[in-house]
């Protein structure tokens, strides 16, 4: 299985699994594909529920637990529990959408909603128990949806666009032949545009395929036999000026005869 297919399969069973996290073994099993370093890479999708996961341990074993937020541009923020004292505290968490599931004594998993293109970062759990310490870290990925759209333009030309989709989206065409550009934005979501021309193929529609981690789309145009192949700029300003021309031609003659009919009439009147 290809790792974008897996990335989709991954959010699927996380949406379908509602606000409940899933058993760390199989968690674990499932992302240990994808991360030699042990560590686990979450995709979310933006405006969703994430839930993140401590290891799972006997509560009565439990001594601390620590979580530690690291997302680009803002401080380390590190919310902790100690189960002696049933005491929590927070060292630079500002953000309200990162919140414990429940009071730390009932439930230890942290939950973000709803996520923010913002939360992209690493999270990780730290545990000290009676049997050793263990953590658990998720190197979490927001992904955006692309808004799609497909138009007909100019020199027998389509123009697909993905927009402000996190990672950038793939684009296809039948038939073949397109020329592709990326446009960057500071939120870190992407851009695609993509270009077909079928001057060469003799198609009476193009097809638009737009690949995803959070889906795919594809979108047809039919083509317009009558749309104008010339974008010649110097082509359509002589056009511009031919028809203006005109214009002053006609109204000149207009004006010159006009002239002459009133000065005949004035010297019939004499």
């Known amino acids: 299985m290809s ?8 959010i699927i069973m996380v949406s379908a699994s509602g606000s409940s996290c899933m058993d760390g073994k199989q968690m674990t099993q499932i992302y240990s594909k994808m991360s030699a370093e042990g560590n686990i890479s979450q995709p979310v999708l933006m405006d969703t529920n ?16 620590v979580w530690e937020i690291i997302i680009r541009g803002q401080p380390s923020c590190t919310k ?40 992209d970062g690493y999270y990780r759990c730290i545990m000290a128990t009676t049997d050793g310490s263990f953590h658990r870290g998720y190197h979490l990925q927001v ?3 692309p808004e799609v759209t497909l138009f007909q333009s100019r020199n027998r030309t389509a123009v697909c666009k993905a927009v402000a989709g996190k990672p950038a989206a793939q684009i296809s065409w039948i038939p073949e032949g397109f020329a592709t550009k990326h446009e960057y934005w500071g939120n870190g979501t992407v851009t695609v545009e993509s270009m077909c ?68 009439y004035v010297r019939k009147s004499l």
């Open 80 to 119: 902790a529990y100690r189960k002696e004292t049933n005491e929590t505290k927070e060292t630079n968490c500002t953000d309200e959408r990162i919140t414990w599931v429940s009071t730390p004594d009932q439930n230890l998993d942290l939950q973000i909603y709803p996520v923010a293109i913002t939360h």
């Open 197 to 264: 021309h079928w001057g060469g193929h003799n198609a009476s529609t193009v097809t638009c395929h737009v690949s995803h981690l959070t889906g795919n789309k594809s979108l047809y145009i039919k083509l317009n036999s009558g749309l104008r192949t010339s974008g010649s700029p110097a082509l359509d300003l002589l056009i511009i000026l031919y028809v203006k021309l005109s214009l002053f031609v006609v109204i000149l003659v207009t004006t010159g005869f006009v002239f002459f009919q009133r000065i005949n």
């Open 50 to 65: 994430a839930m993140l996961c401590c290891p799972p341990i006997e509560f009565r074993n439990l001594i601390v637990i």
């Open 143 to 145: 992904l955006v949806t």
């Open 3 to 10: 790792a974008s297919r897996l990335l989709i399969s991954i």
